[in-house]
């Protein structure tokens, strides 16, 4: 049985899409895949029983029927936390190897998915590196590609690695099409040249960022006023709309495939996205639209969505939307899954952990 | 065309009413009470409406309608058109509300409606308007209050709530209507279709609008600039604040659009702005009762000096001259007028003037060539024979081919007067400003009716290669270009700063070696719309060891502004010196396409806001209006023994920048920032351009 922990520098760098993608090419090629995301940090509760929004994705996407509580054997609740502040045991390596044994069971591969960065966990002993340890598994380490300062990340990362037999390669994420050149000609070779494997580079991709109205719709609790037909167009921004009408047209038609985010009282800013045929309008407040501007967005075929929440409230949930590949559509697997079999070198990643 | 529309044979009344208060009874009695022709009343719960046989549709009316006004609920609306279709009826006013200004299901209907209309080739009025009124066939099919008065103005609005105020205010003051339209909701005839129609309405001289937005910009324009040849047009445009705007998408569910297009497209088609509905007013009383003179001198007759004095200053803001008599006619005030009166403009004929005074001053000052126009001011005072002096201006004004309005301000002393000045349609301002006001719009529009339309001659230009400059960038999701587009401007023979663009620093030493020093540095990416906010422009470097120092400095303050800018490289441009620096910009308007903008350029060009602004297509001459509107026009043709600037290649570059986004629709907003523009004879060069492109 071949296992891999997949961690980043960062969160929201590409863990989850990675698993996914990799475990969906790894079932294809006939191999029995688990999962296990050891430490549980976006709780949902699933009919009374608490797990973990990636998990729970996994479960779906892979059909696994293991227990809940060995796919995320470990939970970071508040309690968790004052307990290892206070200097309680939990023996949490126990834990964690009993639930690995019985999620590897009839399993080829199991793949681990890391707690937000590298580092997390640190303060119960459970940073990725410390559950690779204990996992005795190697780490894959993703991470986004925004800058040259990328680098210094990565090598700092790899410090926190002790033994560099752990680290099967690196992968470097959402590069920019005109850095392209730059990463695999200057980037790679210098990583390679420290000993660190790069097995793919993975470009910024727009399908992954996106997300269709729908989950907005779904993820705000928001009411459809109008335009329903249309909430599957996937959007890749948000803007807010709160400056002057004029503007609002010019920033609008610069942004084209964004959803805008704006009072339900704005009539004048609504009427300049449906005019610069924005994909969406998120009216916020709870303000009901006049029915003149719901009826001209009903004749431009856009959805307008009403929000309870306010206007920066509603911000920050799109900011959890969009710009994080999270997989509840067909479309972005089968987008991951192409981009990972055209950019990394996957068999070659098998082979590092022997299967 | 929609003479059927006016002068219908027939009318019928879909959802005719017998009860009081309802629409369907207040259309019924409005069209009982003038209209000669047959009307029909239609409703299946009776057999009869106020003496008038009714049917339960218009398809079992013996006798087609050629205009049928509805007044039934929305959600009917749509199958009663089919029905007016199969009778062959020819237009139709829907009163009816609960259409696209109620919501989604309304707007809906209102589709619906209008694709019926088309089907059956009918013409539509609103829907959820007041209706229509033509006082030359006595068609009242209307639920205002009254029938207006016959008269010479055609107006239309948008708001119902001006209409009925309008015919009030016009009952009270006399003044009278040829036409009346409520547009509605506009879902098929719109101001473009009667503006067309005004023009050749004989019984019309003055057109007037309430408009809160414009159907179609381009074809407004291009209607109102034929029509504006024929007739005044004056036009109230709401919506012209942050929060006016606001108000009119919200009431209508469309874009008040912005103010200075609005400006610019009234101004470039001859329609006149009034700011308000009572200067609307002012001026359609004007227009319709007095003739348009040739000139804008003007002269002042008062029994106040004070008023004078306010009267000559208004005249000054509104852009009108006091005629400068000629000597006869100071000579014949001098035989007449008491020695202590004053014999110049304005001629103050003293506050013990009797009307034989006003009259001779009057005939006079008419008679000198030197004068277009008089404003005839009075002040009741204790020997003012009010009533007197308006029979004699009354009398002189009716004589007269030059146009005279009045000022008599008062109260109760002067009501006597007006009445008479009423009576006459002589136009009475309240104060003597409105009337000056009133008089610059007669000036204007003098000068509107002689003008003549040049078209924009046609410049030669390297289409493709622009049009394959924006294919590429749309490839590749690019929206937003900048420097690296120069290309475009060349195709288009706009002179372009030496540029070379470089990805390394090494590049960059070679290209200003070639170019010869000093020279500018720009850093390239389509990440950073300003770039000098965020250090990315270096200028004066004067050698290898500048351009190196600037090159890394440059790196360093870009990285830590926006530390996730994708750098494609450097722009090396020679530096210009000895230049002024204009903007040339375009944002295609919703209503009106694009707009075309020029300003001095310079750190303080967004706060001074000392911009113009035209609607393309332009010509030589437009654009030479545009340069010379701005107040600080004066810095381009040389101030304090400076050389003028090169006005005429700005003439051409937005000559040139107008046919570029006329050819590309695509194009969304455009800015040249800055045109260098050297000393007469040496032309000038664009160092800077900046594009929005639209998605499809």
Same mark, same amino acid.
């Given at each position: ?69 060995? #796919?995320?054997? *470990?939970?970071?609740? !508040?309690? +968790? &936390?004052?307990?290892? %502040?206070?200097? @309680? ?68 990362? #790899?410090?926190? *690695?002790?033994?560099? !037999?752990? +680290? &099967?390669?690196?992968? %470097?994420?959402? @590069? ?180 | ?696």
């Amino acid at each position: 049985m071949a296992s891999i922990l997949i961690s980043s520098s960062e969160k929201y760098s590409g863990k989850s899409s990675l698993c996914t993608g990799i475990g969906i090419i790894l079932q294809n090629k006939g191999y029995s895949v688990g999962y296990m995301k050891p430490i549980g940090n976006m709780l949902v509760d699933v009919n009374g029983v608490l797990s973990d929004e990636d998990a729970e994705q996994m479960r779906r996407v892979f059909d696994l029927k293991d227990d809940r509580n060995h #796919i995320t054997p *470990i939970l970071l609740t !508040d309690n +968790l &936390a004052e307990d290892a %502040l206070a200097g @309680v045991e939990k023996h949490f390596d126990k834990t964690l190897a009993d639930a690995f044994s019985e999620v590897s069971k009839d399993k080829d591969v199991v793949l681990i998915e890391g707690t937000g960065g590298i580092g997390g966990g640190a303060m119960y002993g459970l940073s990725d590196p410390q559950v690779s340890s204990i996992l005795g598994t190697k780490m894959l380490l993703v991470t986004r590609y925004d800058s040259v300062y990328a680098v210094d990340r990565i090598l700092c990362d #790899i410090e926190l *690695i002790h033994d560099p !037999d752990m +680290l &099967a390669g690196i992968i %470097l994420n959402e @590069v920019d099409e005109s850095q392209m050149t730059y990463v695999c000609e200057l980037v790679v070779p210098f990583l390679k040249d420290k000993g660190i494997k790069v097995v793919g580079v993975l470009p910024k991709d727009s399908t992954l960022r996106s997300v269709p109205i729908s989950e907005i719709v779904e993820d705000l609790h928001a009411e459809v006023l109008a335009g329903s037909e249309h909430l599957e167009e996937l959007v890749e921004h948000y803007l807010v709309g709160a400056m002057e009408v004029n503007s609002a047209i010019k920033y609008f038609r610069r942004n084209p495939g964004s959803v805008v985010i704006t009072g339900g009282d704005r009539a004048d800013i609504q009427m300049a996205a449906i005019e610069a045929r924005v994909k969406c309008l998120v009216l916020t407040g709870n303000l009901q639209p006049s029915g003149a501007v719901l009826g001209s967005a009903d004749e431009a075929g856009i959805p307008v969505v009403l929000v309870r929440g306010d206007t920066m409230s509603t911000i920050g949930r799109m900011e959890g939307l969009i710009g994080h590949a999270r997989f509840r559509k067909e479309h972005k697997l089968d987008r991951m899954v192409e981009l990972i079999e055209n950019n990394v070198d996957v068999d070659g990643l098998l082979s590092i952990i022997g299967l | 065309m929609l003479e059927k529309l006016f002068e219908p044979t027939s009318v019928a009344v879909i959802g005719a009413s017998r009860t009081k208060g309802k629409v369907g009874r207040a259309v019924l009695d409005n069209l009982i009470e003038s209209y000669k022709g047959e009307i029909i009343p239609i409703n299946p719960k009776a057999d009869e409406i106020l003496g008038l046989r009714c049917y339960p549709t218009i398809l079992d009316a013996p006798n087609a309608a050629e205009l049928a006004v509805v007044v039934l609920p929305a959600a009917m609306v749509p199958d009663a058109l089919e029905k007016c279709g199969l009778a062959d009826v020819s237009n139709v006013v829907v009163i009816s509300a609960g259409f696209k200004e109620s919501g989604i299901e309304g707007a809906k209907l209102e589709r619906r409606c209008a694709d019926i209309v088309r089907k059956y080739g009918m013409r539509m009025v609103g829907p959820n308007c007041l209706g229509i009124i033509d006082t030359g066939s006595g068609l009242n099919a209307s639920f205002a209050a009254s029938m207006a008065k016959k008269g010479n103005i055609a107006m239309m609005s948008q708001s119902g709530a001006i209409c009925t105020a309008t015919l009030d205010w016009a009952d009270a003051r006399g003044v009278g209507f040829s036409k009346f339209i409520s547009l509605g909701n506009k879902a098929d005839l719109s101001e473009n279709d009667f503006l067309l129609e005004m023009a050749d309405d004989d019984s019309t001289s003055v057109i007037a609008a309430y408009l809160e937005g414009v159907k179609d910009g381009p074809k407004f324009m291009e209607i109102a600039r034929e029509v504006s040849h024929k007739k005044p047009i004056v036009v109230v445009k709401s919506g012209r604040t942050a929060v006016g705007s606001r108000a009119v998408s919200s009431h209508t569910g469309t874009l008040a659009g912005s103010d200075e297009a609005y400006n610019a497209a009234f101004a470039q088609s001859g329609v006149m702005r009034a700011d308000s509905v009572e200067q609307m007013l002012d001026y359609i009383r004007a227009f319709s009762s007095q003739p348009v003179p040739d000139g804008k001198n003007i002269a002042i007759v008062t029994n106040a000096g004070g008023l004078g004095i306010l009267t000559a200053d208004a005249c000054h803001y509104a852009g009108l001259s006091l005629s400068s008599f000629d000597e006869s006619t100071i000579d014949r005030l001098r035989e007449m007028l008491s020695p202590a009166a004053n014999f110049y403009n304005p001629v103050d004929v003293l506050g013990d003037a009797h009307s034989d005074i006003y009259g001779y001053a009057l005939e006079t000052i008419l008679d000198d060539p030197n004068v277009d126009g008089i404003i005839v001011l009075t002040s009741p005072q204790a020997m003012t024979d009010v009533k007197s002096i308006a029979e004699v201006v009354a009398e002189k004004a009716v004589a007269s081919r030059k146009p005279i309005l009045c000022s008599f301000v008062g109260g109760t002393r002067i009501e006597e007067g007006e009445d008479i000045l009423d009576q006459n349609h002589i136009p009475n301002f309240a104060f003597p400003e409105r009337a000056v006001s009133s008089m610059a719009a007669l000036c204007n529009y003098g000068v509107i009716r002689k003008r003549v339309h040049l078209e924009p001659e046609n410049i030669n230009a390297d289409k493709e290669s622009v049009s394959s400059i924006l294919k590429k960038a749309r490839s590749e999701k690019r929206h937003t270009l900048g420097l690296e587009s120069f290309d475009i401007l060349k195709a288009y023979g706009i002179p372009t700063v030496g540029t070379s663009n470089v990805k390394t620093l090494q590049e960059a030493i070679d290209a200003s070696e070639e170019m010869g020093y000093p020279v500018v540095m720009k850093v390239l990416s389509s990440d950073i719309s300003h770039k000098t906010d965020v250090g990315g422009v270096r200028i004066g470097l004067k050698d290898r060891d500048d351009v190196e120092r600037a090159y890394h400095t440059m790196m360093s303050d870009v990285r830590r502004y926006i530390p996730n800018a994708v750098i494609s490289g450097v722009q090396i441009q020679k530096m210009v010196t000895g230049g002024k620096e204009v903007i040339i910009g375009m944002n295609r308007d919703v209503q009106f396409g694009p707009l075309l903008m020029f300003g001095l350029g310079g750190t303080y060009v967004e706060v001074l806001k000392d911009v113009s602004f035209s609607v393309a297509p332009i010509g030589k001459d437009i654009s030479r209006k545009m340069l010379s509107s701005i107040k600080t026009y004066p810095i381009l043709t040389g101030v304090r023994g400076e050389s003028p600037s090169d006005i005429n290649s700005i003439v051409d570059t937005l000559c040139k920048v107008s046919q570029l986004v006329m050819d590309f629709s695509e194009i969304l907003e455009f800015e040249i920032n800055p045109l260098m523009v050297l000393p007469e004879g040496q032309g000038c060069v664009a160092m800077d351009i900046r594009l929005t492109l639209g998605s499809e």
